[in-house]
């Protein structure tokens, strides 16, 4: 025991300024205690690592009156619009004023926005430009111009119909709900609720979700898309309302600065063909399973 402080000769305050061990302690033993001891203290006060992270639940299996009310949401947000229409291959010009830029369409593109959680700054500045119009007559310029909000559409009829945020991570960006998509049908291919096909191998039905990428350097599948998940990409997707021979019709915001039905030319089996030369290309369609999983009967939508 020699060389060591008995128990009942040390004080505490002597441990707190790092003075007891050094009393009987060498020159070099001291040097090494003083350097050591903030550590230990450190290591004593230290927070214990936090526990893994749950695993995610598995998503839900949602009844065919979910995908029935996602169409019907559609097609009444595009007849509110003027039931504008572009053919396969058109690209019209926006009228001037834009639609979206009317007076009375801001409340809807307003209802967009309250269903993504990037929301609040988009509205911030666009009530103020509704209200400069109010207090000024006239149409107010730049009046939901930026940002585009073709993804909030489609997170607005996914939450009109009834689809929760776990089966649908509502976004401002087509790519990061895709995201979401992609990572349920990686780790609950039985179970996901939307399911990602290639172009030329599967032919969209109604209710499912046709996708196209707006990059100077688009993806070619979306295969590609799970190595930069998380990463802003500019997209565009639709919600297919409709399939006619050689036609795929499908809904989509922020068309010609509106809701607007695109009819998109497709081969004889139904699957799109590619697109002219400027327009966004396919990368993906997303089959929509919403009613066609255990336990509700599957059945063809009409």
Not at 25 to 36: E, I, M, Q, S, T
Request: proline fraction near 13%.
């Amino acid at each position: 025991m020699d060389g060591f402080p008995k128990a009942s000769g040390l004080w505490w305050g002597e441990f707190e300024r790092g003075e007891a061990p050094l009393k009987t302690a060498g020159p070099l033993l001291k040097r090494c205690l003083r350097a050591a001891l903030p550590l230990l203290l450190l290591a004593a006060c230290a927070a214990p690592p936090p526990p893994p992270a749950a695993a995610p639940a598995p998503p839900l299996s949602y009844p065919a009156s979910a995908r029935e009310r996602m169409l019907r949401i559609a097609l009444e947000e595009w007849a509110e619009w003027g039931r504008i229409t572009l053919a396969a291959g058109e690209h019209r010009p926006s009228p001037q004023p834009a639609p979206e830029g009317e007076l009375e369409n801001f409340p809807r593109v307003l209802a967009y926005w309250r269903a993504v959680p990037e929301g609040a700054e988009p509205i911030r500045r666009n009530r103020a430009r509704y209200a400069a119009a109010l207090a000024s007559p006239g149409i107010p310029e730049g009046l939901w111009s930026e940002p585009a909000w073709s993804a909030a559409f489609i997170s607005y009829v996914m939450r009109g119909a009834g689809v929760d945020q776990r089966e649908f991570p509502s976004s401002a960006a087509h790519a990061f709900y895709l995201d979401g998509l992609l990572a349920d049908a990686r780790a609950f291919p039985d179970a996901a609720p939307f399911l990602p096909h290639e172009v030329a191998d599967y032919a969209p039905q109604p209710g499912d979700l046709v996708c196209a990428d707006r990059s100077p350097r688009p993806l070619r599948s979306w295969t590609e898309r799970p190595a930069e998940a998380g990463q802003f990409r500019p997209m565009h997707c639709d919600i297919v309302v409709r399939t006619l021979p050689g036609e795929v019709q499908a809904v989509g915001g922020n068309v010609a600065d509106a809701v607007t039905l695109s009819r998109f030319a497709a081969d004889g089996a139904g699957r799109l063909l590619p697109r002219g030369p400027g327009a966004p290309a396919w990368f993906a369609v997303f089959e929509n399973r919403l009613g066609r999983l255990p336990p509700w009967t599957w059945r063809p939508a009409s």
